[in-house]
């Protein structure tokens, strides 16, 4: 089981280079950061932590299609790629329905069918291929672009059964979030969809990403609480069924990763033997960020 | 008067730092940093270059709020000074146009989306340029912004872009540029003369009478024919281009302060060529 750190562009850099600098050191394998749209841009936040780290690999968790040309993110993907020196990991994903629709103006239309075309497309023009778009959702005319880097892994974030199929389909790896019983659903949509495609199941790197709490004291099970709140109206109907119902504490349980540290080894224990090969130590962290990576890097992250 | 030098996410980024680097080292004051999409985004590059350097100014000349939402802009722009310091200059222009066609980019309501972008950039205290392709834009960029980035070098015609300009505004001109000799690069600094007259605004074009010219200009970059430019060398070098040694670059320095102009910024593809940055640096200092 490997450990990366998630971060957000709503944290400034001063705290977050602390943090990336730590996982770095204690041996995290990736930084994951999250896209808040009307934040600090992700992929100049990329560029400043490539600059500022030597090892470790950074990937966007997630930004999306839907509000971006994809020729900027394949341009973007070839500097922070160049940037990192190979470090990069594209993470798309829809984004929040809300938000993608106030950025764009509208509710987005045929999100599996894009989402596909955006994937297939990067990949093309990222291994140094022409690529051409003609659809109502995109047109782009003989792109190319003008370096040539490696081609970066693309992952997925999305959660939704069809979205998931797709992973299973064209994607390298899969960042899913939701409670565990959701999870293994999740997990096993992605395989199937693998396996009708041709692809070995145990290819698709899978990795979860729920928010992380270290429980130290009583009052740390607040920070968790309050994710609970923000999680729970974003979680999609396959999810959400199995959280009806729950009192607060089984939400808490389902829905982040927390516990003291002995409770969260059993944890990360349990998503290892359902096929996850990366946890993302991902906000609140705990009342003490550093301290809790360092604690578990020191554990896990060496391992690996 | 201020030198500049433009480099682009065309190159391997050891190169473009080793370039931006040999710049400072050469006295240039601003590095601009271009973007077309098949290009590395400007974030990526400025952060290289930032990273890089210490003191001198990093400019986007330019980035697209067409092609990039503004509040990319803003929020990459913000990241950017976080990490560095306010060494970022912003330059807003609409862009190649034509080409912002063949990506899908919705070009509609142009000079509105770049004033609103403007207008909220100035609001978070950042230093914008704007790109005076036309005189509406000029008139915004002097009056609104900080200074204007005028993409020519031709007396005649850098006069016509500051035609509506207030005399206050800050002018930083650009063009390709090559010091000579340098075999290597002619063909680039032809196309990138034949660049910025394809993507020229169509009352640029018909205030000179170049409309049928742009055309097949553009038929040429879009087959990618390049050999076919060197039929209009002498127009294109003469119209759109800084090249010469350094005494014919100091004679154009000198026209253009003549005209108002406070920075000059030297376009690729001059940066391609190492010695040439630290050659020019030291031959521009006692201007």
């Known amino acids: 089981m490997r450990l990366s750190l998630g971060l957000t562009t709503s944290m400034p850099l001063e705290e977050s280079l602390p943090l990336a600098r730590l996982a770095e050191k204690t ?27 030597e090892k470790i690999q950074i990937g966007t968790g997630i930004t999306s299609p839907f509000v971006r040309n994809w020729a900027v993110i394949a341009n973007s993907c070839a500097g922070i790629q160049s940037l ?39 990949k093309k023009v990222l291994k140094g291929e022409e690529a051409t778009i003609n659809s109502w959702y995109a047109r782009i005319r003989n792109f190319s672009l003008a370096v040539s880097v490696a081609p970066p892994q693309i992952y997925l974030g999305v959660r939704g059964p069809r979205m998931l199929a797709l992973a299973g389909r064209v994607a390298d790896g899969v960042i899913f979030s939701g409670p565990p019983k959701y999870l293994r659903e999740a997990v096993n949509i992605v395989d199937d969809a693998a396996e009708d495609a041709g692809r070995d199941p145990f290819e698709i790197d899978k990795v979860v990403w729920n ?88 554990v896990y992250g060496l391992r690996n | 008067m201020d030198f500049g ?84 200059i912003i330059g807003l222009a609409p862009g190649d146009k034509w080409g912002l066609r063949e990506i899908g980019v919705e070009i509609s309501g142009m000079k509105k989306r770049i004033e609103n972008c403007l207008r909220e950039l100035k609001r978070q205290g950042f230093e914008v340029y704007i790109g005076a392709s036309e005189p509406g834009l000029a008139r915004l960029g002097s009056t609104v912004a900080d200074g204007l980035l005028i993409n020519f070098v ?24 090559l010091l000579l000799p340098d075999d290597d690069h002619n063909e680039l600094l032809l196309i990138g003369a034949a660049t910025v007259a394809a993507g020229s605004s169509v009352a640029f074009q018909r205030e000179f009478g170049l409309e049928r010219w742009v055309k097949e200009l553009r038929s040429i970059l879009r087959r990618r024919d390049y050999g076919e430019l060197w039929k209009y060398e002498d ?38 060529n190492i010695r040439s940055v630290a050659e020019l640096g030291e031959g521009l200092q006692s201007l």
């Not at chain 1, 994951?32 to 100049?44: K, Q």
């Not at chain 2, 000349?61 to 990459?76: D, E, V």
Request: charged letters at 25%; one cysteine or more.
């Open chain 2, 154 to 177: 031709k007396p005649e015609y850098v006069k016509w872009a500051l035609n509506t300009a207030r005399d206050k505004a800050r002018k930083a001109a650009y063009g390709p540029s």
């Open chain 1, 27 to 53: 041996n995290y394998s990736r930084i994951w950061l999250g896209e808040d749209l009307n934040g600090r841009d992700v992929f100049a936040y990329l560029s400043v932590l490539s600059s500022e780290t």
């Open chain 1, 84 to 122: 990192s020196q190979g470090r990069f990991i594209l993470g798309l994903g829809v984004g929040g329905i809300p938000e993608i629709s106030a950025a764009i103006g509208h509710k987005p239309k045929g999100i599996v069918s894009k989402m596909e075309k955006a994937v297939l497309f990067l």
């Open chain 1, 211 to 298: 928010p992380f709490v270290l429980v130290e004291k009583e009052e740390d099970i607040a920070l968790a609480a309050d994710m609970v709140d923000v999680m729970l109206p974003s979680m999609p109907p396959l999810a959400k069924k199995h959280l009806e119902g729950l009192g607060k504490n089984e939400l808490l349980s389902n829905i982040c990763i927390c516990g003291d540290f002995e409770e969260i080894k059993d944890q990360l224990t349990d998503y290892s033997r359902m096929g996850f090969s990366e946890i993302v130590v991902g906000p609140p962290y705990g009342r003490e960020p550093e301290r809790t990576l360092k604690t578990l890097g020191e």
């Open chain 2, 235 to 272: 127009r294109l070098l003469e119209g759109f281009t800084l090249h010469g040694d350094i005494d014919d670059l100091r004679i154009r320095v000198n026209e253009l302060r003549a005209l108002g102009v406070d920075q000059v910024i030297f376009g690729a593809p001059l940066s391609h």
């Open chain 2, 5 to 88: 030098i433009n480099i682009n996410g065309d190159r391997p980024l050891s190169l473009i730092k080793k370039g931006a680097l040999t710049a400072e080292r050469a006295g240039f004051s601003n590095i601009w940093i271009g973007e077309k999409p098949k290009f590395m985004h400007p974030f990526p590059v400025a952060a290289a270059v930032a990273n890089t350097t210490t003191r001198v100014k990093i400019g986007s000349g330019i980035i697209s709020p067409l092609l990039n939402p503004c509040n990319h802009i803003i929020g990459g722009y913000a990241v950017l000074r976080e990490a560095y310091g306010d060494r970022f």
